[in-house]
């Protein structure tokens, strides 16, 4: 089962994926951590590589690319903006979640990561969404703010990961069945079938 995670830069993403998939006990992607490795192999910044990437199509194709790929053969949680529309272009069974927060939210917690002041990073994530929205257009057609394609959207503003993540696992253990992720096993005693058809003549 694959399991998507979206959102723009300081949405909360990245620490959902990687407390979900510690959850769940399935392995996390990160293809912006994937790119911000690529940009430091190409001598540039995030912000610059970006700009480059729209210039060179090639390089998002590539990276995606390979990522389907991995998707196909892997149970994992893929985390990136285009996670979920890479899901529904190459028709993958996925679980489709964006996670979202206000600007200001979202330029506080660049700011404490980068240690630099609150409107240097308003500024340099407003640019980055607007370059990114830009470049996808471009490369895939698609426009990140449509938003349609996601089957849950969480709201990140004033609530923690942990708060996340526990209504995320909530949400998902509702799922239809033959969507439902697979959780770490835990021994449980034997039911006689006796037992089992008694427990379907209640429903």
Same mark, same amino acid.
Not at 1 to 5: A, D, V
């Given at each position: 089962?694959?399991?998507?995670?979206s959102g723009l830069s300081g949405s909360g993403k990245s620490s959902?994926?990687?407390?979900?998939?510690?959850?769940?006990?399935?392995?996390?992607?990160?293809?912006?951590?994937?790119?911000?490795?690529?940009?430091?192999?190409?001598?540039?910044?995030?912000?610059?590589?970006?700009?480059?990437?729209?210039?060179?199509?090639?390089?998002?194709?590539?990276?995606?690319?390979?990522?389907?790929?991995?998707?196909?053969?892997?149970?994992?949680?893929?985390?990136?903006?285009?996670?979920?529309?890479?899901?529904?272009q190459h028709n993958l069974s996925a679980i489709k979640i964006w996670?979202?927060? #206000? =600007?200001?939210?979202?330029?506080?917690?660049?700011? @404490? $990561?980068? +240690?630099?002041?609150?409107?240097?990073a308003a500024a340099e994530i407003k640019k980055r969404d607007q370059?990114?929205?830009?470049?996808?257009?471009?490369?895939?057609?698609?426009?990140?703010?449509?938003?349609?394609?996601?089957?849950?959207?969480?709201?990140?503003?004033?609530?923690?990961?942990?708060?996340?993540?526990?209504?995320?696992?909530?949400?998902?253990?509702?799922?239809?069945?033959?969507?439902?992720?697979?959780?770490?096993? #835990? =021994?449980?005693?034997?039911?006689?079938?006796?037992? @089992? $058809?008694? +427990?379907?003549?209640?429903?």
């Open positions: 089962m694959l399991i998507t995670i959902t994926a990687k407390a979900l998939a510690q959850k769940l006990c399935v392995p996390t992607v990160d293809i912006g951590e994937i790119f911000r490795a690529m940009a430091k192999k190409y001598g540039m910044d995030v912000v610059e590589f970006g700009m480059y990437a729209e210039a060179h199509p090639e390089i998002d194709r590539k990276l995606d690319a390979a990522m389907v790929r991995r998707a196909k053969k892997e149970e994992m949680i893929l985390q990136g903006r285009l996670a979920g529309w890479m899901a529904v996670i979202g927060a #206000s =600007p200001r939210v979202r330029a506080e917690r660049v700011a @404490k $990561r980068q +240690s630099v002041p609150v409107r240097e370059d990114n929205r830009i470049r996808y257009l471009q490369t895939y057609g698609l426009d990140l703010q449509d938003l349609s394609i996601y089957d849950i959207t969480v709201q990140t503003d004033g609530r923690s990961v942990e708060w996340v993540v526990s209504s995320l696992v909530k949400t998902l253990s509702l799922w239809p069945k033959k969507h439902k992720i697979p959780r770490k096993p #835990s =021994p449980q005693p034997k039911r006689s079938p006796l037992r @089992k $058809r008694r +427990s379907k003549s209640r429903k």
